[in-house]
């Protein structure tokens, strides 16, 4: 009988390969912990539109952290059932500075994703998108055609910039001033919450509502948004493409993400 009852996955570099699927020892080793009794938890910085497919694949019953622990979504009710957004004072502010220094974004909104700039990325999503069921696909919308944009709730807003320098700048001088959580994605891109929101926050108030101690939590993750995770989890386990200051921060260190790497975990530390 495992000391764990959940596990907590990031997606992108850790839950999910290069190519964005879930291996088949990878899902082999999440199903035989479902059947232990341990509950899997989807605990990402993407939107749940952009998510839901891989809960859905995975057949889990649990509720989707998503947005960097901005809110819960329960895929089933179709709805976020709890969370914290940016104020409306930040929101304007950081819409203000997406116009004024000429920075890409993606804002996350309950309905969709708004998007200004960040062509590539916005491309591989609308395809990604176009391959999967209609309820399963995502909304993009374009800034320029959302006339009430500054009236929705923003419940994660990142910023984008091809010169590294340039946008760190702006987030020296303009941005952290501002009451958020903000977490470095890329060198060309940095992901903002609000202060009461993390990974870690999020899983530990959803750990507490469903009788599970944080001792008995194993987080997986391989980026600066999961050290949240990790530093509250009873186990944490930092996938072998992270980097070194991320694995630093881990209790245990596993195979790439793209060499089953949290199976090799689960069958090491969990079963």
Request: with cysteine; charged share 25%; net charge negative.
């Amino acid at each position: 009988m495992s000391a764990y009852k959940a596990i907590a996955l990031d997606m992108d570099g850790t839950l999910l390969t290069r190519d964005h699927r879930i291996s088949p020892a990878t899902r082999q080793a999440l199903e035989r912990a479902r059947a232990q009794g341990i509950k899997v938890l989807l605990v990402t910085g993407r939107h749940f539109m952009t998510a839901r497919p891989f809960h859905a694949d995975l057949a889990l019953d649990t509720p989707m952290i998503c947005s960097n622990g901005a809110y819960l979504f329960d895929r089933p009710a179709g709805r976020i059932v709890e969370g914290d957004p940016l104020s409306r004072e930040v929101s304007d502010r950081l819409l203000s500075l997406i116009h004024d220094k000429s920075l890409g974004a993606l804002i996350h909104l309950e309905e969709g994703i708004a998007y200004l700039g960040c062509e590539d990325h916005v491309a591989r999503m609308r395809q990604w998108s176009s391959v999967q069921p209609d309820h399963l696909k995502i909304r993009l919308l374009p800034v320029a055609e959302q006339t009430g944009l500054a009236l929705q709730t923003f419940w994660k807003v990142e910023l984008f910039h091809r010169d590294h320098d340039y946008l760190q700048q702006v987030v020296e001088q303009e941005v952290a001033a501002l009451p958020v959580t903000a977490d470095w994605a890329a060198p060309y891109a940095i992901e903002l919450v609000d202060p009461r929101c993390s990974k870690g926050n999020r899983l530990a108030r959803w750990a507490a509502q469903n009788g599970i101690s944080m001792e008995e939590v194993v987080a997986f993750g391989d980026n600066h948004n999961d050290v949240s995770m990790f530093e509250q989890a009873g186990l944490a386990v930092a996938m072998g493409n992270a980097k070194p200051e991320i694995q630093a921060r881990a209790d245990k260190m596993t195979a790439d993400h793209n060499e089953d790497g949290i199976a090799v975990a689960l069958e090491r530390w969990v079963f």
